[in-house]
């Protein structure tokens, strides 16, 4: 159950668009759709901003997208705004019905 | 409102046991699967644990088979965690979480966490 591979940190200046990648497997990221993003303030519990891919839950901002090609999945924050500066973290249901967290990435807000 | 509140955690020598308890209020905690997850201090999230809505099914991370065990008590609304043959890399925040809808494997819902710390 390896993790899945994110990049350690991605930057962007306020109003930027960035976008973070999730590099999996056909057993996992690949598999099927069940594919969810996370936000991580410090000190804070994770937040669900995106699942099955694509979806947001009530009260997610608009400007957080996800998008899917083969065994790698993607979030783009779209017009970058200093609360957007934290962890980020994708997640996928495997073939053997476990689940695997990705490495995370660290979104720095210049 | 959906809460969860973990507690249990605290400091164990290696090889040590310990049992984490999920209060969970403010949904049909029944219908629902639940899930264990971990943070080791300064790390990233890992996925350690889930159990069907009944308690007759449960997977784990290869890390923790054979070693943790999941449950719950529907009647009382609390999910389980007993932890056995501790090790120092075992040492993180424990979070419990629940699915987003009534049996999708989307985590949604996070309690705050408790800590276990394993060491001599």
């Known amino acids: 159950q390896s993790a899945l591979t994110q990049p350690a940190s991605v930057s962007g200046s306020p109003e930027q668009s960035i976008t973070l990648s999730c590099t999996g497997t056909s057993s996992d990221v690949g598999g099927d759709n069940y594919v969810s993003w996370f936000q991580q303030h410090p000190g804070r519990a994770p937040k669900l901003i995106i699942y099955?891919?694509?979806n947001r839950p009530l009260g997610v901002s608009d400007r957080f997208s996800g998008s899917k090609s083969g065994n790698t999945a993607s979030l783009t924050i779209s017009r970058l705004q200093a609360e957007d500066e934290a962890d980020y973290y994708c997640?996928?249901?495997?073939?053997?019905?476990?689940?695997?967290f990705g490495t995370g990435t660290r979104v720095t807000v210049l | 409102e959906v809460q969860m509140v973990e507690s249990g955690g605290g400091l164990v020598q290696p090889g040590g046991s310990l049992r984490l308890s999920c209060a969970a209020s403010?949904?049909?905690?029944?219908?629902?699967?639940m899930y264990w997850v971990r943070q080791a201090p300064g790390e990233g999230l890992m996925w350690v644990s889930r159990?069907?809505?009944?308690?007759?099914?449960?997977v784990y991370a290869d890390s923790v088979k054979g070693r943790f065990t999941i449950s719950r008590d529907n009647a009382q609304k609390t999910l389980y965690l007993q932890l056995n043959d501790l090790r120092a890399d075992d040492t993180a925040l424990y979070y419990c979480?629940?699915?987003?809808?009534?049996?999708?494997?989307?985590?949604?819902?996070w309690g705050q966490g408790t800590l276990v710390t394993v060491s001599s």
């Open positions: 099955n891919v694509r």
């Open positions: 997640y996928s249901y495997t073939v053997r019905s476990t689940f695997v």
């Open positions: 159990i069907s809505a009944d308690g007759s099914n449960a």
């Open positions: 979480a629940r699915d987003l809808t009534i049996s999708t494997p989307i985590v949604a819902y």
């Open positions: 403010g949904f049909a905690f029944s219908g629902y699967w």
